[in-house]
């Protein structure tokens, strides 16, 4: 990876503001405040190096991410422009893979169509984001299936999984707004809790810092989409969903639909009782992209598997 890439060079240069702010709060607001931080770090895990040293490079990790972002690129490249990504923005390490469906959704609400243009655009940046920010160990982009008609889909297992369709019907997010917002709603909501996972065992601040960035960006599309689903009466929808991925990762209740305990409060921020968003693990993203419970290197939305060496899923009784 080149060390002089422009924007490494733009984000080491945001991390080194952000040192010289902190090392002007040490030197002006007493060392005591420091020492308490480091007490409460050290009570919860945030000094232990050799674990962090354990776990993935920051390489697999931006790798990882890099095969969510290019779906995620695919199905709204698909859905608003009916292409998908070009041709120099696919190479790279590993079996590189063709798209499996995708098409123009038939938009006839305005709004989601702005929506839907703004957000096929930022994620068309974080693939060309990650993959200069990686170089030449960025991974090439793998086979990815978004069918919208085929029956036997990743779309349409999922909906049925979910009890949205019956047996041998199709779920297809092209179709129209509403479908297009179940969709995206599939992915956006896992991108968080993925990136949200993945941020602990990221050691360098600079990658770190995009990874931040990327989050916060995903997290306003996944308000905005759970925003508009809330509006257009797919409290019900969200739930099923959300049921469904839960059922597959096997975690405790971290998914959430958009409906509030009661009639008068909404959900579009899930969060813990802290106020907290969720994560996820890796492996339990795959289960939900792979739609498998089992430990699985492929299937679902991804036939041939991932590219990098993050590529097995979770096992779940």
């Known amino acids: ?24 709060f040490r030197k002006s607001s007493g060392v005591a405040a420091g020492l308490a931080m480091g007490t409460l770090l050290g009570a919860c895990g945030g000094g232990d190096e050799a674990a962090a040293q354990s776990g993935p490079t920051d390489a697999e990790i931006l790798n990882f991410a890099l095969n969510l972002e290019y779906l995620e690129a695919q199905f709204y490249q698909y859905a608003v422009f009916g292409a998908g990504l ?48 990686l170089g030449a160990s960025a991974v090439a982009h793998p086979a990815i ?5 085929d029956p036997n889909g990743p779309f349409s297992v999922a909906a049925r999984a979910a009890g949205l369709i019956g047996d041998g019907q199709v779920f297809n997010p092209y179709a129209d707004d509403n479908s297009f917002l179940l969709g995206a709603y599939l992915f956006e909501d896992v991108g968080v809790t993925a990136y949200k996972g993945a941020s602990p065992l990221i050691s360098s601040k600079t990658f770190l810092e995009a990874a931040a960035g990327i989050l916060a960006a995903e997290a306003y599309h996944a308000g905005l989409v759970r925003t508009v689903m809330y509006a257009k009466g797919l409290a019900s929808a969200s739930l099923a969903i959300s049921n469904a991925r839960d059922s597959l990762d096997g975690s405790t209740d971290v998914d959430q639909g958009i409906a509030g305990p009661t009639a ?25 992209v792979y739609l498998s419970k089992d430990a699985v290197t492929q299937g679902g939305f991804f036939p041939a598997g991932v590219n990098g060496s993050l590529a097995m899923s979770s096992a779940y009784s």
């Open 86 to 133: 070009p041709a120099n923005l696919v190479t790279g390490a590993g079996t590189q893979g063709a798209v499996t469906g995708g098409a123009q959704v038939p938009f006839s609400d305005p709004i989601v169509a702005a929506y839907a243009k703004e957000i096929a655009k930022d994620e068309l940046d974080h693939v060309r984001f990650l993959r200069t920010a």
């Open 145 to 149: 299936n978004i069918s919208g008609t």
């Open 264 to 288: 008068d409060i909404s959900n579009i921020v899930p969060l813990d009782d802290n106020g907290v968003a969720f994560s996820r693990s890796p492996g339990d993203v795959l289960n939900i």
């Open 1 to 24: 990876m080149s060390e002089h890439s422009p924007i490494i060079d733009m984000l080491e240069q945001r991390v080194l503001r952000r040192e010289e702010r902190r090392s002007f």
